[in-house]
Nanobody, 120 residues
Framework: QVQVVESGGGWVQDGGSLSLSCATSGSIFTMVAMGWYRQSPGKERELVATVNAGHGTTYADSVQGRFTISRLNAKNTVYLQMNSLKPEDTAVYFC??????????????WGQGTVVTVSS
């Protein structure tokens, strides 16, 4: 069993910054990748950014250049620094962790989400 907990959501004005954190715990033998996804009313959940075990990163085109994902491997923790926030960034942000609990058991765990609201 792997637990994922997000924190750092809040309310900011257009152009502001916010930093999100994601902490994991439980039976983690090796972490393959971690990432952030978001979902706003009337839209499906979408990928925001991911980071793999080798610290390689991917970003959605909509956040490229504004958001930065980073990972602290020793604690299986991931962060999302969000700058130049726009109202369209408003959403519930979810943290995802994928890996293996042992040699033959994989996991794909999600947090409960943290709300980010950007006002105009």
């Amino acid at each position: 069993q792997v637990q994922v907990v997000e924190s750092g959501g809040g309310w900011v004005q257009d152009g502001g910054s916010l930093s999100l954190s994601c902490a994991t715990s439980g039976s983690i033998f090796t972490m393959v990748a971690m990432g952030w996804y978001r979902q706003s009313p009337g839209k499906e959940r979408e990928l925001v950014a991911t980071v793999n075990a080798g610290h390689g990163t991917t970003y959605a085109d909509s956040v490229q250049g504004r958001f930065t994902i980073s990972r602290l491997n020793a604690k299986n923790t991931v962060y999302l620094q969000m700058n130049s926030l726009k109202p369209e960034d408003t959403a519930v942000y979810f943290c995802n962790a994928r890996g293996y609990s042992d040699y033959h058991t994989s996991f794909d765990a999600w947090g409960q989400g943290t709300v980010v609201t950007v006002s105009s």
